[in-house]
Every structure is written in structure tokens, then in C-alpha cells.
């Protein structure tokens, strides 16, 4: 049964006040989140076009400093936009387009988002390798991959193929290796509330936990798809450790042969990752993973770690 609001803060503040300021965190959380877009360059090269067309229309944006092709909207809504129908935005909150960028793909690579509905990294992925190379777009629920098609579709990204499956069998239905792999995995969500109180409502520790043994195996079936050599990228937009850093750290003890590296998106505040918290105490490489709460750039929570495959 959902609980009402002040149940949840209750239990917030005496879970996360080891690690965060809660009281600004939830006053943040209060707050609605901007609504912000990427352009697409897949479709429209110039996106000083764009932005005039917007504009036009009363829409007033400013850009966002990690993404160049990122956009804040500070007057106006582009949701119902002939743009946005046609494909030359894409609506998809700021700190959502972090992860794709720590991923840092290369065009004419091989590339597979496990967990890719409704597809705003994917079609982001996309369009920084140019629609060049191979992505491969996956998810398992079949109303999900409707969506997905969609989206791609929309956004013009013919680089990419939709498959539907569970992530996790992935690496045993293919001898496919790939050059990057994107884990953004179902989570407890808690870093879109300023989007939707719902998370916070259905949020539990049970839950919490649940989520925390799916990811573990989600995470491992993307490293075991890697190349030697290859790059991973992990995400979630919640901020519970057991789902963030406690994931990376299990696979970390598992396989000698990942290594973590240091998250960078140029533009962007972050917090270092957890090392030790009364719930846990992790590996000491952890800090190199990101947490992006929303104080930090007026964008939902998320948390972003990156693994090489030696």
C-alpha cells in the first residue's frame, strides 16, 4: 500500500541524511522540474534553426552547459511542438542526457542499451555516433518496446536496431561482443520526484532491495557483452547506495577483469560516489562514480558509474 508523503520523508531523512543534506534535497524535490530538450542533429544540422523557430512562438531557452546540443526552457512548452512531432527535439530531462555523455561513444562503433525503453539515451547515442556503426536497442516489456520504436523512428536513428528481451539472457542468446554497453537500469526512481510524486509514494526498503538484486544481474550480463577493451556506462535516477554504488561494487569483487574509471561530463556538478555509509562500506574506487543530485545543475537525480573491460 502506497504511504502519504510525510511517511516517506520521515523514513528519508533517517536513511539518507548520512550522505546528503536532505533538507536541501527535499526542498528540491519540492520544486517542478524544467522541462528541457536536446536537438536532434540527426535531422536538423543547425540547431540555431530550431531555436529560432521556438522562439518565434514565445519559446525562450537557455543552453545547458554539458550538452551542446541541450536546451533549459525558461518561457513557453515545446511538448505539443511541430518540432518535437516531427523529430528535431527530443523533450528529455538535462541530467538524462549525462549518462549517454559519460559513455563516450565513438562513431562506427558497436553499441547495445540494455534497458533502452522509451528510448531517450538511445536516440541520444545515436545521434553522437552520427549514425554511424551499430546500436543495438533492447528492452523487455512489449508496451515499453512500442514506444521505443517510436522514438526511434521519429528521430531518424537508422543506425539502430529494437530487440525485445529480458537483458539478462542477452549475453547467452549471442556471441555478439560490443564496444560499449549502457546499464540503465529499472530503479525505485526516487530522483524523479520533482517529475512525479508517485516513486516516493511506492518507495520502500523491501522495494529497494528488489531492484538492488535485479540491477547486480543486469549489470553483469552488460559486462559480460563487452569487448576487451570495451566501455560501460551504469545509471539509475535514484539515490539509494544498495542500487548504486553497492551494484558496481559487487561487480567489482566478482570480476578482476573491470576496472572503474572516473566519471566526467564537462559543464556538470556531481558528487563523488559513496565509500562508506552505516548501510555499507564499499571499495575505495567507488569515488570515482558520480552522484547528480538535483541542487546541483536544476536537473532530476541520478547516479553515473563507468567500467572498462581490461
Not at 538511445?122 to 536497442?137: H, K, P, R, S, Y
Not at 560501460?232 to 539509494?240: A, G, H, R
Not at 566519471?263 to 565509500?275: D, F, H, N, T, W
Request: proline share 5%; hydrophobic share 40%; net charge positive.
Amino acid at each position: 500500500m502506497a504511504r502519504g508523503a510525510g511517511a516517506f520523508k520521515r523514513e528519508m531523512v533517517e536513511k539518507y541524511s548520512s550522505f546528503v543534506d536532505v533538507e536541501l534535497l527535499l526542498k528540491w524535490l519540492s520544486k517542478p522540474l524544467p522541462q528541457s530538450f536536446r536537438v536532434n542533429t540527426l535531422k536538423v544540422r543547425d540547431p540555431e534553426e530550431v531555436i529560432a523557430r521556438l522562439s518565434d512562438r514565445g519559446v525562450r531557452v537557455e543552453k545547458l552547459p554539458w550538452f551542446e546540443f541541450g536546451y533549459r526552457v525558461v518561457e513557453g512548452a515545446v511538448t505539443k511542438s511541430i518540432e518535437h512531432s516531427l523529430g528535431y527535439i527530443y523533450v528529455q530531462d538535462g541530467g538524462s542526457m549525462m549518462p549517454p555523455l559519460a559513455l563516450e561513444v565513438e562513431e562506427d562503433s558497436t553499441v547495445i542499451d540494455l534497458c533502452a525503453a522509451p528510448g531517450s539515451k538511445a536516440t541520444q547515442i545515436a545521434q553522437l555516433m552520427d549514425n554511424t556503426g551499430g546500436l543495438v536497442a533492447n528492452d523487455v516489456s512489449r508496451e515499453r518496446v512500442k514506444l521505443l520504436v517510436y522514438n526511434v523512428q521519429r528521430m531518424g536513428a537508422y543506425n539502430t536496431v529494437v530487440t525485445m528481451m529480458d537483458g539478462r539472457a542477452i549475453p547467452r542468446k549471442t556471441t555478439t561482443r560490443f564496444d560499449f554497453v549502457l546499464v540503465d537500469v529499472p530503479c525505485s526512481s526516487i530522483g524523479e520526484v520533482r517529475r512525479t510524486w508517485g516513486p516516493a509514494l511506492k518507495w520502500s526498503q523491501k522495494a529497494v532491495k528488489g531492484f538492488s538484486r535485479l540491477q547486480k544481474q543486469l549489470l553483469a550480463a552488460g559486462f559480460e557483452l563487452l569487448k576487451p577493451g570495451g566501455v560501460l556506462v551504469y545509471s539509475t535516477c535514484t539515490f539509494d547506495p544498495e542500487e548504486n554504488e553497492e551494484v558496481v561494487d559487487h561487480l567489482l569483487r566478482a570480476r578482476d577483469d573491470a576496472e572503474l574509471e572516473a566519471v566526467s561530463i564537462r559543464g556538470a556538478k556531481c558528487s563523488p560516489g559513496l565509500v562508506k555509509w552505516p548501510g555499507g562500506e564499499y571499495l575505495s574506487e567507488l569515488k570515482r562514480t558520480a552522484r547528480v543530485y538535483p541542487f546541483h545543475n536544476d536537473t532530476g537525480g541520478y547516479y553515473i558509474a563507468r567500467v572498462r573491460r581490461r
